[in-house]
């Protein structure tokens, strides 16, 4: 896994002359963001060594340098699922590249089932914290002590200080957002209403099928992460009828402007 970061890195450095400060990972329905980065290269996924390519309908599949006010940034346009077929050192590896190009924050984005009473589709939630319960776990196998430690402390997955400052760009600008625990399963399948009912039993106030892995990882090397998850679906009774992804690409699209304005705000504010 070493070798194969360094030589992708180093693909990556011999295209793009640029050292990032903000890593972005755009997710279902939110790779709209694009269009608020200033981008000097661009790369398809297909192009670059030991990448994955995404095979979700709505994830464009390209690696995006640029700059958001004079921040430099790269941004994943679309990104990699277990569901998909790949391992979770697959599905992770585009984080440590970023990290060896030289990010320092980590902001991830996703398309997210509600179970909080209080959630309604189309609501923005930060993510304070999550609950792991997919079957397979990044970091299981021998441990690679160049990228971080073999037992990692994930007391502050999510950073406070990014929330704290991504609440106050939301009350400066009329934006609406909640906290919330994010509930990774492996997916494809949206889940059952019981399956809805455990995750709220067991703690989760939305469910997803990505996100776990990679913030994982990228605590794992350091790295301080901030996550953001629109609803896009409700899990209760009375709301699993027509659940489709075309229906979350849809749910997500009409919060993408408040996504978009959170995110730049908060990358040029820093």
């Given at each position: ?6 030589e992708t890195v180093q693909f990556?450095?011999?295209k793009c002359d640029f050292v ?51 921040k430099k940034v790269v941004a ?195």
């Open positions: 896994m070493w070798e194969k970061v360094q990556l450095q011999s990032p400060e903000y890593g972005i990972i755009l997710g279902s329905g939110l790779g709209k963001f694009a269009k608020e980065i200033k981008i000097t290269c661009s790369l398809p996924y297909s192009d670059i060594p030991n990448f994955p390519v995404s095979t979700v309908f709505g994830h464009k599949g390209k690696l995006l340098f640029g700059t958001v006010g004079d994943m346009q679309g990104r990699f699922h277990y569901y998909e077929g790949y391992s979770m050192q697959e599905v992770t590896f585009p984080v440590r590249v970023m990290k060896y190009l030289g990010i320092q924050k980590l902001i991830v984005s996703n398309a997210s089932g509600g179970v909080h009473t209080n959630y309604e589709v189309g609501d923005i939630i930060l993510i304070k914290d999550h609950i792991n319960f997919m079957p397979e776990h990044p970091l299981r196998g021998p441990n690679e002590e160049r990228f971080g430690p073999r037992f990692v402390n994930m007391n502050e997955p999510y950073s406070k200080k990014m929330i704290a400052q991504a609440q106050k760009i939301a009350l400066k600008n009329g934006i609406k957002v909640q906290e919330g625990i994010y509930f990774g399963l492996q997916g494809p399948t949206f889940e059952t209403l019981a399956e809805y009912n455990m995750v709220a039993k067991m703690g989760g106030d939305c469910v997803g099928m990505s996100t776990v892995p990679e913030v994982i990882v990228a605590r794992h090397m350091e790295i301080e992460t901030f996550g953001i998850s629109v609803i896009t679906d409700i899990g209760r009774e009375g709301f699993l009828e027509t659940i489709s992804h075309d229906e979350v690409l849809q749910a997500a699209k009409l919060a993408e402007p408040k996504v978009c304005l959170l995110i730049k705000k908060m990358i040029e504010n820093d």
